[in-house]
């Protein structure tokens, strides 16, 4: 075969797969955009977080999810997208940053981190609820609410109700988060806490990026600031403990039995791979300004339509079944990561 025929029968053989995937993935994958440009739009213009409107509007969808060419868009975008979502916000990360915060500070955020998703554990335990829910919960309250909530049941082993405890899991960080956005600047000007302890408190019990943002600039510049770098540190521990939990975890079959080496999880899941090259590069400073804002932008617009399509795979009924067990935990530990956070600030001497 001469080298143009061979040119001409790869590129015809790319276009094919192309057309393969656009035909059994678009029209999902159009909703999931489609819905998700909804969420944003009501988030900017009636100021509701724009996770929370993803996933109510994912939910009134449900019923292209049972059956239709909407299919396999939708759990395509449930599994990769979200992935991909997860993995870009590597280039938020930076060594940097952890120099900026201290020592001190940095062993509260992982002593937090560590006690929280024990404490959670813990609880499930006494109340006999099934600990791969309190490995999501404690989780996504501890680390940066829905974003790691979706990156931990990424590898927790399949269960029947797997996709119903993420999404109100989601559902329940993001709410508290919007409750705290409103509280925590109440409790820190109570307290007395200064601009710097202000934004160490929102930034290490708050759960998604966007209230913690919103709360610390609602005090001062310094304190959201504060926050924000905070908030970051606590991104940063999200590919260590999703790593973790994999090697633990990709021996353990799932509620299938299908534990054959063939299809247990890889032992580097390639979402916290990539997560972590990103941030080593941005570390080095090798990704330009333009570019990083890009990344960030898909990585929101991904994580959105991700929690959009998980919405739409989970019915009402399912969502009221599993309700009270993942409330009452992620209320729980995030009343634990408050107090445990507020005690350590006393103790450094921030306030």
Known sequence: MTEPARDEAKSSGIGKAINGFLDRNGPGLLVTGAVAMAAQFLAEHYGAP????????????????????????????????????????????????????????ILLLVAGLILTISFGLLIARLLK?????????????????????????????KSRDGERNLLVTVLGVT?????????YPIIAHRLGLDDRATGIFFGGTI?????VVGAGFSVSQVAGET????????????????????????????????DEVGKRPPLLPGFVVAFLILAAINSFG??????????????????????????????????FEAGRETVTLVVAETIFIGCFILTGIFYLGHA
């Open 50 to 105: 724009a996770m929370l409107m993803a996933l109510l509007l994912g939910i009134a969808f449900h019923f292209l999810s049972e059956e239709g060419r909407c299919v396999a868009g939708i759990e395509y975008s449930a599994k990769k997208i979200l992935r991909i979502g997860v993995a870009l916000l590597g280039m938020r990360i930076s060594v940097d940053l952890l120099i900026q915060l201290g020592a001190q500070t």
């Open 129 to 157: 609820i099934d600990w791969k829910l309190a490995l999501l919960t404690g989780g996504s309250v501890a680390i940066c609410g829905a974003s790691a909530a979706m990156a931990i049941a990424a590898v927790l082993p």
């Open 175 to 183: 709410v508290l988060s919007t409750l705290a956005m409103i509280l």
């Open 207 to 211: 759960h998604d990026v966007a209230q």
């Open 227 to 258: 926050a924000t770098l905070v908030k970051l540190i606590r991104v940063t521990m999200l590919a260590p403990v999703v790593l973790t939990f994999s090697l633990i975890l990709r021996n353990i079959p799932d509620e299938a039995g299908q």
């Open 286 to 319: 090798l990704i330009p300004a333009p570019v990083s804002t890009l990344g960030l932008d898909i990585s929101r617009w991904a994580l959105l339509a991700g929690i959009v399509a998980v919405g739409m795979k989970t019915s009402l009924k399912n969502l």
